[in-house]
Each structure stands twice: as C-alpha cells, then as structure tokens.
C-alpha cells in the first residue's frame, strides 16, 4: 500500500506505527475470527446488485493487495 507514504523517523516522534492493511486485518482475525467472519459475511450479503458469490469476494481481497486476508477467508469461504 502506501507505507512509503508514511516515513518510520516521522511517524516514531508521534509514537505512532504504520502497519500494512494486510497485517493489521490478519492481526485482528488472530485475536477474534469469528468478529471478522461474521463482518464479511455482512458486507458480502449486502452486495446485492450484483450478488457476488464467496469465491468472487474472496478473489478482491488478493486483487486489493492483501493476500493474507485472502487466504484467510478462503479457508473459511463456506461461512462467508
């Protein structure tokens, strides 16, 4: 993504940590999966016009650049 964008030396004088999306969503499935299986299913659920099957959705999250995401809902694709 953008972590360029956000220079460790600038960001440590604010305390502050730049953390790929990739690894801050896999943080937060670590600590509770079920949360984010369940928010997935929802934001699936409401793509209505189109629809857009588990596969497909899972599929947009490698597009997007987070392929850890990605593998970790394709594990799980039949509760999304």
């Given at each position: 993504?953008?972590?360029?964008?956000f220079p460790d030396d600038v960001l440590e004088e604010y305390e502050i940590l730049a953390v790929h999306p990739d690894?801050?969503?896999l943080d937060l499935a670590d600590l509770e999966p079920q949360v984010l299986e369940r928010v997935v299913k929802e934001q699936r659920a409401a793509l209505v016009r189109p629809p857009v099957d588990a596969a497909a959705?899972?599929?947009r999250f490698q597009m997007l650049g987070l392929p850890g995401v990605a593998a970790f809902l394709?594990?799980?694709i039949?509760?999304?």
């Open positions: 993504m953008n972590l360029r964008d690894d801050f969503i959705f899972v599929a394709e594990e799980r039949d509760l999304i």
